[in-house]
Protein backbone atom coordinates (compact mmCIF):
# COMPACT_ATOMS: atom_id res chain seq x y z
CA UNK A 1 0.00 0.00 0.00
CA UNK A 2 1.28 3.65 -0.59
CA UNK A 3 1.47 5.88 1.99
CA UNK A 4 -1.35 7.80 -0.26
CA UNK A 5 -3.70 4.97 0.28
CA UNK A 6 -3.13 4.34 3.77
CA UNK A 7 -4.04 8.16 4.72
CA UNK A 8 -7.79 7.51 2.80
CA UNK A 9 -8.14 4.97 5.38
CA UNK A 10 -10.75 5.38 8.42
CA UNK A 11 -9.47 3.91 11.93
CA UNK A 12 -11.40 0.88 11.94
CA UNK A 13 -10.14 0.05 8.57
CA UNK A 14 -6.37 0.56 9.98
CA UNK A 15 -6.58 -1.99 12.43
CA UNK A 16 -8.52 -4.26 10.66
CA UNK A 17 -5.54 -3.80 7.47
CA UNK A 18 -3.04 -3.93 10.04
CA UNK A 19 -4.11 -7.40 11.50
CA UNK A 20 -4.35 -8.67 9.04
CA UNK A 21 -0.90 -7.79 7.46
CA UNK A 22 0.80 -8.77 10.67
CA UNK A 23 -0.75 -12.27 10.34
CA UNK A 24 0.10 -12.58 6.68
CA UNK A 25 3.61 -11.48 7.61
CA UNK A 26 3.74 -14.26 10.20
CA UNK A 27 2.61 -16.54 7.87
CA UNK A 28 5.19 -15.85 5.56
CA UNK A 29 7.62 -15.57 7.69
CA UNK A 30 6.90 -19.73 8.88
CA UNK A 31 6.65 -20.22 5.29
CA UNK A 32 9.82 -19.71 4.31
CA UNK A 33 11.46 -21.59 7.57
CA UNK A 34 10.03 -24.01 6.26
CA UNK A 35 10.86 -24.33 2.48
CA UNK A 36 12.64 -21.12 0.61
CA UNK A 37 9.76 -18.73 -0.91
CA UNK A 38 10.10 -17.93 -4.05
CA UNK A 39 9.80 -14.32 -3.55
CA UNK A 40 11.87 -13.59 -0.24
CA UNK A 41 11.63 -9.72 -0.60
CA UNK A 42 7.57 -9.70 -0.21
CA UNK A 43 8.79 -10.56 3.69
CA UNK A 44 10.27 -7.37 3.60
CA UNK A 45 7.10 -5.85 1.65
CA UNK A 46 4.18 -6.83 3.78
CA UNK A 47 6.72 -5.74 6.99
CA UNK A 48 7.05 -2.23 5.66
CA UNK A 49 3.36 -2.05 4.54
CA UNK A 50 2.30 -2.66 7.97
CA UNK A 51 5.00 -0.59 9.92
CA UNK A 52 3.16 2.24 7.81
CA UNK A 53 0.06 1.36 9.01
CA UNK A 54 0.80 1.21 12.55
CA UNK A 55 2.23 4.89 12.00
CA UNK A 56 -0.82 6.34 10.34
CA UNK A 57 -2.75 4.88 13.50
CA UNK A 58 -0.58 5.87 16.30
CA UNK A 59 -0.24 9.40 14.46
CA UNK A 60 -3.73 9.57 14.29
CA UNK A 61 -4.79 8.11 18.01
CA UNK A 62 -1.98 11.16 19.26
CA UNK A 63 -4.15 13.91 17.62
Known amino acids: MK ?3 VKELSIEELKEKLAEYK ?3 ADLKMAHFVTPLENPLLIRKVRRTAARLATEL ?3 ENQ
Open 3 to 5: KQE
Open 23 to 25: KQH
Open 58 to 60: TKR
